[in-house]
């Protein structure tokens, strides 16, 4: 077996006060220079917006974004039993990945409960990238070490040895052309190959979070900088601008994609979220979580669960993350788990769990308590919004 050493990400450093500074990305002067509105964001000092929201937010939609998501946590597994690892250790059946191809999947505890969602990329036959959240990358992390027991592979936290930057809208693709001859039209969605782009070695990978089509560029932190200038200058003139996290979470939301902390947490398994085709209980060998899962897909199957649901409001009051949801006597039927205005529908939106009963689209009488009022909203089966292709 192949030892792995526990790399612990070094601890922040702290202000005078003896709070802990946020980490910043190998674009943090960048932003700053641009303008940007910087938020702490799971530890880190992120781009909030640049110029508004609504904006940027309609520059993917129709042209081109240009994202920092340097704080995302990856993790490489390697040896030759990495793949067993992680189908030992995730939900996935991440064996039969073929090399360049990438999946979604999670990490359960043994009760069932979502420690994390993840992205998943091949790199090799004994390689794998595993890409998790930035507030739970540590979790990940300590679970893959303590999971890697009897297995002929090594966990190795890389989190410091790559910058992460994101292309994402329909000019993405035109725009990437101009920097690298790697085969953009023969990349499927979910995989990810090696390429130069704008002179930088980079893992192009066909992946996103915000429903449009686009790219996520991995490369060392040293060479961020360079190509987010030549990504901003290959964009100029089909309308490119840089993105915040802010409507990063519009995208996302819009497009019905779960976030992390929101609709998916340790109190709900993959089948409480909608989400149980990511488990996959015919591959080979016992997983972390089993039993558990296997109970819940059966109390799914006997009593479906609370639906995650879309509510579109009919008047101009946007819910928030923990609003109830009540029925028209006012009984509570579920929890808005995300809420914001859509600048593509141009009303407020929000992601809801609700009762069964309650979750068919169409569905009258559902609304939203807002402070005591009880405003009226439309149940529709997600997403929002879904590209044209």
Known sequence: MTEAPRRAHPSPATTPSGVAARRRTALDETHRALGATMTDFAGWDMPLRYSSEREEHLAVRTRAGLFDLSHMGELTVTGPQAGALLDHALVGNLGALKVGRARYTMICAADGGILDDLIVYRLGETEFMVVANASNAQVVLDALLDRQAGFDAAVRDDRDAYALLAVQGPESPGILKKLTDADLDGLKYYAGLPGTVAGVEALIARTGYTGEDGFELFVRPADAAALWTALTEAGRDVGLVPCGLSCRDTLRLEAGMPLYGHELTTALTPFDAGLGRVVKFDKEGDFVGRAALAAAAERAEQAPPRKLVGLVAEGRRVPRAGYPVV???????????????????????????????????????????????????????????????
């Open 327 to 389: 029925a028209a006597d006012g009984t509570v039927i579920g929890e808005v788990t995300s809420g914001a205005p859509s600048p593509t529908l141009g009303k407020p939106i929000a992601m809801a769990y609700v009762d069964a009963a309650h979750a068919a689209p169409g569905t009258e009488g559902v609304r939203v308590d807002i402070r005591g009022t009880h405003e009226p909203y439309e149940v529709i089966a997600l997403p929002f919004y879904k590209r044209q292709k």
